[in-house]
C-alpha cells in the first residue's frame, strides 16, 4: 500500500463531509432514504464520520444521494476502503491528540490480554507491513490466528486485507466468524462492521453487543447496536439502546436524532422536544435536530411554535421543507405550504417524499391536472 494511504484516507473523509455540508447536512437517515433503503443509517454514519468506508457500490448511492458526483472520489475509495474502519480506533476518540494516543495504546494492550504472543504478533505485523505492504502482513497474521476466530488480532488482520484490497478473502472468513464471540472489544466492533457491509444486520448487532459488553461506556458501541436492530424493525431493543448512547453522550448528533426519532415513534413528543432543548453542542445546533425538534412541538398541537422553529433554521432540507409544509396547512396556510413544497420538487427531483407530500397538496387543492403531471414526473424519476 502507498505511504500517503493515511492522507487518502483524511481526504476522503473530508471530501465526504464537505459534501455533505454543501447538502445541507441531512440527518443519517434522511441520506438513506434517498438510497431507497439501500443503504442503511448505519453505513450512512460510518461513511460519513470517517470511521469505514462501505463497499463501492454503497458510497456510489450515498454521494449520489448527496448531490456528489461518484466518479471523483472512486480513485480514492480504492486506496481506502476498509483501513478507514481501523482509522478511529487507532487514533483513539477525539480528546485531544495525545489523550487518544494514550487510550488507544491502554485499548490495545489490554485487548490482548495476557495473551504475549497475540500482542507480540500485532507488533511484529505492523512493522512487516512498513518493510513489504499490507498483504504480507495479513499473511503473517493468518498463520498466526489459523483457527482461532476469536482472537484479538482480527480486528488487524481485517484491517490489512482491506488496505490490500482483498475482498475475496474477507468473504471467504465471514462465514468462521459468525455465532462466535471475540475477545475484545475493538475486534467485535471491527467484526461487526464487516457483517453491515454484508447487510447481515443481525450478525452485526450481535457482534456490536460483544465489543458493548467488553466496553460498556462506549457509547458509539452503543448507538450502532440500536441502530442494527433498528435496521432489523426491532425498535423497542432499539430504543433501549439509543437512550443509552445518549446518557453517556448528550452532545452526539447521532445519538440525539436517534433518540428523538425513536421518542417521537413512541410518541413521547414532549420528551423528545426536551431532548433538544436541553441538548449541549453541537447537537443543539444541528437542523436536523431542530427540525425533529420543530416535528415534535407540531405533534404536540404547537403549530405556531413550530413554524417559528422550523422557519428559523437557515439551511434548507427537504425533512424541513416537508414538515414545515404540514405545520403550515395545519395553520391553514395552505397556499403558502403548496408554494413551498411546489418549490422544493421542482429544485429536487430526487426527493421522492417531498413529491409524494406534493401529490396530496395537489389532491386537497383539487387540482387532478397537476396531480397526474407529478405522477408521471415520479415515475420518470424511478
Avoid: C
Avoid at 420538487?345 to 387532478?368: C, I, K, P, T
Wanted: aromatic fraction near 8%.
Amino acid at each position: 500500500m502507498p505511504d500517503n494511504v493515511s492522507n487518502s484516507a483524511k481526504t476522503l473523509a473530508k471530501k465526504l463531509r464537505d459534501l455533505h455540508l454543501h447538502a445541507g447536512e441531512p440527518s443519517m437517515r434522511v441520506v438513506a432514504s434517498r438510497t431507497a433503503g439501500v443503504v442503511s443509517h448505519s453505513t450512512v454514519h460510518q461513511a460519513l464520520s470517517g470511521k469505514r468506508i462501505p463497499r463501492w457500490g454503497a458510497l456510489e448511492l450515498i454521494i449520489e444521494a448527496l448531490g456528489g458526483n461518484p466518479a471523483e472520489y472512486q480513485s480514492l475509495w480504492k486506496e481506502v476502503r476498509v483501513q478507514a474502519r481501523g482509522l478511529a480506533k487507532e487514533t483513539g476518540p477525539q480528546l485531544g491528540e495525545n489523550t487518544g494516543k494514550i487510550r488507544f495504546r491502554l485499548e490495545r494492550v489490554e485487548s490482548f490480554g495476557h495473551n504475549a504472543e497475540e500482542f507480540l504478533a500485532f507488533e511484529h505485523a505492523s512493522r512487516i507491513k512498513e518493510r513489504e505492504g499490507a498483504s504480507v502482513a495479513a499473511d503473517f497474521l493468518e498463520g498466526k490466528i489459523g483457527d482461532m476466530w476469536s482472537s484479538a488480532l482480527m480486528q488487524k488482520y481485517l484491517s490489512l486485507l482491506g488496505e490490500s484490497q482483498r475482498w475475496e478473502k474477507i468473504a471467504e472468513i465471514k462465514p468462521n466468524l459468525r455465532g462466535i464471540d471475540m475477545r475484545s472489544a475493538a475486534a467485535a466492533h471491527s467484526v461487526a462492521g464487516l457483517f453491515d457491509d454484508f447487510e447481515d444486520f443481525g450478525e452485526a448487532a450481535r457482534h456490536e453487543k460483544v465489543a458493548l459488553r467488553l466496553d460498556p461506556n462506549n457509547a458509539e458501541y452503543a448507538w450502532y447496536v440500536g441502530s442494527y436492530l433498528d435496521s432489523l424493525d426491532m425498535h423497542d431493543e432499539a430504543h433501549n439502546y439509543f437512550a443509552l448512547s445518549h446518557s453517556m453522550n448528550p452532545g452526539s448528533v447521532d445519538a440525539v436524532e436517534s433518540f428523538m426519532s425513536s421518542l417521537i415513534r413512541r410518541s413521547e413528543f414532549s420528551r423528545a422536544e426536551a431532548v433538544a432543548r436541553n441538548s449541549p453542542p453541537p447537537a443543539s445546533n444541528n437542523p436536523a435536530i431542530q427540525v425533529l425538534a420543530g416535528t415534535a412541538l407540531a405533534l404536540q398541537g404547537a403549530f405556531s411554535e413550530a413554524e417559528v422553529l422550523l422557519k428559523s433554521i437557515s439551511e434548507r432540507s427537504g425533512q424541513r421543507d416537508r414538515a414545515l409544509t404540514q405545520v403550515l396547512t395545519a395553520l391553514g396556510k395552505e397556499d403558502e405550504a403548496l408554494e413551498l413544497i411546489s418549490s422544493r420538487w421542482e429544485q429536487h427531483r430526487d426527493e421522492f417524499m417531498s413529491g409524494f407530500l406534493y401529490v396530496e397538496m395537489l389532491r386537497n387543492a383539487g387540482d387532478s391536472t397537476a396531480v397526474r403531471r407529478v405522477l408521471d414526473e415520479i415515475g420518470e424519476g424511478v
